[in-house]
Structures are given as structure tokens and as C-alpha cells.
């Protein structure tokens, strides 16, 4: 009877343990991000991004993948911080409605010309171009995007106009890295 509670203890000591060993380095680095937020059109992600750069001089990003496995960035665009899914089968950058006005992008119902077939569907998108985008130190330009009405998207996404001009991208391990 007395070895009931004592392998109960052993037993969360070493789920503790475990949990510790593999998700210590995520817990450190949330609890070292000290550095301040800029203001963003939704909420942070837990997803930390570090940005190296490659001996041959061209920029790297490394980012984790969130708790969904998703990659979530916060890229400057024209001078504008936004929240940002990466999404490597979407064809073109995809803008919120909301993320566009953030951006002083005014666009009329005319605007929409372009059809968009998305997961959810066929979609009316208007089509713009991005100045800058600025992911880390990586800098893209003349980034060709569309905005798609508001409701269609609930986040941004990085697609492959951006992601196609870069040296290239691959995924290992739950990490995106990303070289510019």
C-alpha cells in the first residue's frame, strides 16, 4: 500500500522530467523574449523566429513551428508589421481586408476582379503590389499580392511570390528555414 503513492511521486517526478528535457529549450526562450513588441494588426505568436546569417553573406531565418505546426511570422511590409501565416501552397502573398486598410491600401468594390479557388472556394481577390517586404533581414521587393474581402481569411499569408524569390526554404524538424 505504501508503494502506491510512492510510484505515483516517481511517476510525475519523471513525466516532470521528461517534459523538461523536451520542451525545456521552448520554455527558455519564451521566458528570455524580452524584447518589445511592435504593434501588430492581431495578437503575437508563441512561435519564435532568430535570424542567422550564412557564411556566403545571404540572410537566414529560422522559424519554429507553433504548437499547430503552423509557421508564423510578422514580416514588415511597406514599413508595416503584420501577422503572417507562412503558406507555401498558396500561389501569391493573401492579405486580410483589415491587414490592407492597416497597410493604407483603399481599394473599391470594382477592385475585385480576380478569382481566387482557396480551400473554402472560389473567392474574389483584388490585386496589388507590395513595395517591400521585410522578413528578419531578408528583403523582398516588388512582392506581388492580393487582398481578398474581409471574412474570407482570419490571417495573412506569406505564399510563394515572396517564398519564390528566395535562394530557397526547406523544413526540417519542426523548424522553417527560409534563406534569402
Partial sequence: MAQSPLRWALGVAAAVGLGAIVYGDRIARLADDDTPKLATASAPSTAPAQASTRPAGRPTLTVAADYR??????PSVDNFRIKMLVDTGASVVALTAADA???????????????????????????????????????????????????????????????GKLQGYEVQTGRMVLRG
Fill in 69 to 74: 505546426g503552423h509557421y508564423v511570422v510578422h
Fill in 101 to 163: 486598410r492597416a497597410l493604407g491600401i483603399q481599394l473599391s468594390p470594382n477592385d475585385y476582379k480576380m478569382t481566387l479557388n482557396t480551400a473554402n472556394g472560389a473567392v474574389r481577390g483584388a490585386r496589388v503590389n507590395l513595395r517591400e517586404v521585410r522578413l528578419g533581414d531578408i528583403l523582398v521587393r516588388n512582392v506581388e499580392a492580393v487582398v481578398l474581402p474581409a471574412g474570407a481569411l482570419s490571417m495573412s499569408l506569406l505564399g510563394t511570390s515572396f517564398l
